[in-house]
């Protein structure tokens, strides 16, 4: 914890309990398994977090303001890094108004931040002293930021393809990278194995915990905009992100705080959009998806934990998904950066998705960039 004199505000709340989704089994009281031991399925949380303005703390920084709603231990640590509160900033884009909310302005350039924040402190609260981490980058940057912060080691599986400055960054924490030969799947086979060894898998898509911190994104959303928006578009690739935005605006809902829900936009590569496959085609879109090759490497997911879960979004939820072609996703990253947003392949791709339904989408709307362009190894043609 980088400073001892929060821990007098930390809330004593006690962790909600998680189950298995699949069996029931509840998480143990001890130990730090990633999905359950009895069948193999992840876990959720058994109650819903409830919004409520009152127990916000405003003593507590970034995210953690909000550690009231959190399903944590009573005794766990902040590992503040300088997570949340992120601008939101309206630009001109064809002469309409959009907000695009400023995610890669998180500590270590992406918003996984937010979620690695409450995931590493809930392994430290179970006596985790290693971990192993599998990402195509930013999860794993991330991680080991947040690692250090707190005092595990940690170990990150990385496809090979994986950006050169984002297994800098990841070494440069202190980590140790494991490249994996193969697509972004091989690097999940192999932390599994790691995992069936007896390591301890420091899962963002696993634990359930990490899509509360994603949850904050639609708290500080609301407040920044002082109304709820009409339409919220976003890059997918786990679908973390979309889950928590989801979870977070459905509490704010059941808060009274807004009047309804705004319509969701989920993004991915058309190489590898398995969400956008079932959303456009049924199930039947699922027979010829795949794990192509995509600069955006972010959202190169062909079979996404949560999947199920996402998919009964559709059903429940104002969702949609749109999928983008590879030589649109260089395009979208100019046009931001003409914007002054400069960002990686996976968070650009989102500006094909404004071009392609933005002018159908309810008002406002918001635009979440992820991640950082610096962590990206692309370079425009000419350049040395």
Wanted: aromatic letters at 10%; proline letters at 5%.
């Amino acid at each position: 914890m980088a400073n001892s004199g929060w821990k007098e505000n930390i809330s004593r709340t006690p962790m909600i309990k998680a189950s298995c989704t699949n069996c029931s089994e509840i998480y143990p009281e001890n130990g730090a398994p990633f999905r359950c031991e009895r069948c193999g399925g992840y876990y959720e949380f058994v109650d819903s977090t409830v919004y409520d303005i009152g127990l916000i703390n405003d003593k507590l920084p970034g995210i953690w303001r909000y550690k009231s709603f959190f399903n944590l231990p009573e005794d766990a640590s902040i590992e503040y890094l300088g997570e949340g509160d992120t601008p939101l900033v309206w630009t001109k884009v064809k002469g309409k108004d959009i907000a695009f909310k400023l995610e890669f302005l998180n500590p270590t350039g992406s918003f996984k931040d937010r979620g690695t924040a409450l995931l590493v402190s809930f392994l430290k609260s179970r006596g985790v002293s290693i971990a192993v981490e599998d990402s195509s980058g930013n999860a794993g940057a991330s991680f080991a930021a947040y690692a250090v912060q707190a005092g595990l080691q940690a170990r990150v599986y990385t496809p090979e393809y994986a950006s050169g400055p984002k297994r800098n960054q990841i070494e440069y924490y202190g980590a140790e990278v494991i490249p994996v030969s193969g697509p972004r799947s091989a690097a999940s086979e192999a932390v599994l194995k790691a995992a069936e060894m007896g390591e301890i898998y420091a899962s963002h898509a696993y634990f359930p915990i990490g899509i509360e911190g994603f949850s904050t994104v639609a708290y500080e959303i609301i407040e920044q905009l002082d109304s709820e928006p009409g339409t919220v578009i976003t890059p997918v690739g786990q679908g973390s992100l979309l889950l928590g935005l989801a979870r977070g605006f459905e509490q704010l809902l059941n808060a009274r705080l807004i009047r309804k829900k705004p319509t969701l936009v989920g993004v991915q590569a058309m190489v590898c959009a398995p969400l956008w496959a079932v959303f456009k085609f049924g199930a039947q879109g699922l027979g010829w998806v795949t794990e192509g090759e995509t600069i955006a490497e972010g959202v190169r997911i062909k079979q996404p934990v949560r999947g199920d879960l996402i998919l009964k979004m559709m059903k429940t939820d104002n969702v949609e998904f749109i999928a983008v072609e590879e030589n649109n996703i260089i395009y979208g990253q100019e046009q931001l950066a003409r914007l002054g947003f400069f960002v990686e392949p996976t968070s650009s791709i989102v500006w094909n998705a404004l071009e392609q339904v933005g002018h159908e989408m309810p008002e406002p709307i918001v635009i979440i960039l992820t991640g950082s362009g610096l962590k990206s190894q692309n370079r425009k043609k000419g350049m040395s």
